[in-house]
Structure formats: C-alpha cells, structure tokens
C-alpha cells in the first residue's frame, strides 16, 4: 500500500472533496506540481485546469476554477473558486454555456467583456474534458 497525503478541497458553498490519496497533479500558475506524500511545503495560485487525484483505485478528475493551493509534508489544502467532480458535472449545460461564450467571443467585440467571455469558455471546456472523461 502507498504512502498517503490527506487532500481536502474546499469552495465556498461546499467541501467538494476530502480523502487520503497517493499523489495529487496540479496545474499552478508557473506550471504543472505533482505532489506526493512528504512534499515541500508550498503555496501557489492555480490555473483554471482538471486537478487529477491518485489513489488505491485509479485517477480521477476534478474540474477546477481556479483558487490556491496550500501544500504541507502531510496534508494538501485547495481553496477553490469552484471544484466539480465528474458526477456533478452537467454536459448538457456545459455545452451550452461553451456555445454561448465561444457565440460572444466571435460576435461583435464592442459591448463584451473578452478577458471574461474567455475565462467562461476555458471553464466550460475543462468541465466538459473531466465530465466527458467519466461517463465514458
């Protein structure tokens, strides 16, 4: 049996995810961490990207919104903006919310917050790559 790390992922509605688990992926916002147990402590701002978790049984997906990540030898914090497991993620709704802002980023530009309608479709996008993944 590996070596565990306790990961919790907290939002502000919710604890969207609390286990032990034998390494964690982050994307930072310097670049991708891979954190096992043991690791240096670290603080870092996190990218709008999937978290992937490993544990005993596999990887998993956690389609993140960005946040901060407080990483200790024994125990990884997440404060996330949001955090949606593969489950709770709606395809459908996802697809349109992709369709709306990639419908706002190809229209007329004048009454549109761009940095906005893209930060929307990067969202809508890792949504749909972690909750796509798991339904296959």
């Known amino acids: 049996m590996a070596k565990k790390i306790r990961l919790d992922i907290v939002t502000p ?40 978790i490993m544990t005993d049984s596999g990887e998993m997906q956690i389609a993140m919104c960005g946040g901060f990540i407080e990483v200790q030898p024994d125990k990884i914090t997440i404060l996330a903006n949001c955090a949606e497991l593969p489950d709770e993620i709606d395809i459908k709704r996802a697809e349109m919310a992709k369709e709306r802002a990639e419908s706002r980023l190809h229209g007329s ?25 798991q339904k296959i």
Do not use: F
């Open 13 to 52: 509605e919710k604890v969207a995810y609390s286990d032990d688990v034998t390494m964690v992926i982050a994307r930072t916002t310097d670049g991708d961490i891979g954190i096992l147990p043991g690791h240096a402590a670290l603080i870092a701002a996190l990218a709008v990207w999937p978290l992937r």
């Open 109 to 133: 530009k004048d009454n549109i917050d761009v940095a906005r309608a893209e930060a929307a479709l990067k969202r809508a996008i890792i949504r749909l790559t972690v909750g796509k993944q």
